[in-house]
């Protein structure tokens, strides 16, 4: 158990990408809260199943771009379990469109949940790690953010941003033993990518050099690296978890 007596909060934890994070860390031993914003159900049923391992584990409805609801989410992982060793900003939406036709909403909504929420919840966790003088924080961002793409200029600039983010904390919170990273998935079989028409699926494979999309797992198992002792040096790293698409 490599995160024995360890604490992670994991945001969009109710699906997807999240969740599989969400179950890796449980299953390296550290009491997870599963954060969500909609689906109470969904999150309850992965509570269920870690508790049902043996594994320890609490769910949490927040909104991450609202500051103050993101402060309430750190403390109630301080309140339940005494700490917050591993902060994973997972939580992301998308509003495509070309920028002729996306919405200024479109374009708040993505920034405020992808970007904003990733820097809130880094704020108030930071605090608690800086006293402990020990955390991982690890952002996900996306290889959209680094090679843009068409009908994506909102998640790409939140994504780019995440990037950023990482880099400045990475600097600033090295002193406390606080590491901060990113991670970049290219394409991931989740319900965020359902939606892609078949066509531009094989489309997507043809141009992956290891030829198929990514699955939860393979971002799930970068993320517990990140968190556990094998990743001590490591900070302001992005990794990409794409195939090999972007290189
Ligand atoms: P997903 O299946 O749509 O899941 C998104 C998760 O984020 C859900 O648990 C959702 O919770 C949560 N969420 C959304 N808005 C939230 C908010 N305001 N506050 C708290 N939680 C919120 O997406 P995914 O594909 O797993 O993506 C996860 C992350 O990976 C995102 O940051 C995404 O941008 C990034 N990513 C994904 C891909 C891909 O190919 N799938 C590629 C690159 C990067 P509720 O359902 O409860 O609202």
Request: with cysteine; charged share 25%.
């Amino acid at each position: 158990m490599y995160l024995k007596d360890k604490v992670a909060v994991v945001t969009g934890a109710s699906n997807g990408i999240g969740r599989e994070i969400a179950k890796r860390l449980a299953e390296g031993g550290a009491a997870v809260v599963i954060n969500y914003r909609k689906s109470k159900e969904k999150a309850e049923e992965l509570k269920a199943e870690l508790h049902s391992l043996g594994l320890q584990a609490e769910i949490f409805q927040t909104d991450v771009a609202v500051f103050s609801e993101a402060e309430k989410l750190i403390n109630f992982a301080i309140e339940k379990f005494g700490r917050i060793d591993i902060l994973v900003n997972n939580a992301g939406i998308t509003a495509d469109n070309l920028i002729m036709r996306m919405s200024e909403d479109d374009f708040d909504r993505v920034l405020n949940v992808n970007l904003k929420g990733t820097w809130n919840c880094s704020k108030h966790a930071a605090k608690y790690m800086a006293k402990q003088r020990a955390g991982r924080i690890i952002n996900i961002s996306s290889v959209v953010g680094i090679v843009g793409n068409p009908g994506q200029s909102n998640y790409a600039a939140a994504k780019a941003g995440i990037i950023g983010m990482t880099k400045a904390l990475a600097k600033e919170l090295a002193k406390r033993n606080i590491t901060v990273n990113a991670v970049a998935p290219g394409f991931i079989k989740t319900e965020m990518t359902e939606g892609l028409k078949a066509e531009w699926i094989s489309e997507i494979e043809k141009n992956i050099p290891l030829g198929r999309l990514g699955e939860t797992e393979d971002v799930a198992k970068v993320v517990a690296f990140l968190c556990g002792e094998g990743a001590e040096y490591i900070t302001g790293q992005v990794i990409n978890v794409d195939g090999g698409l972007v290189m």
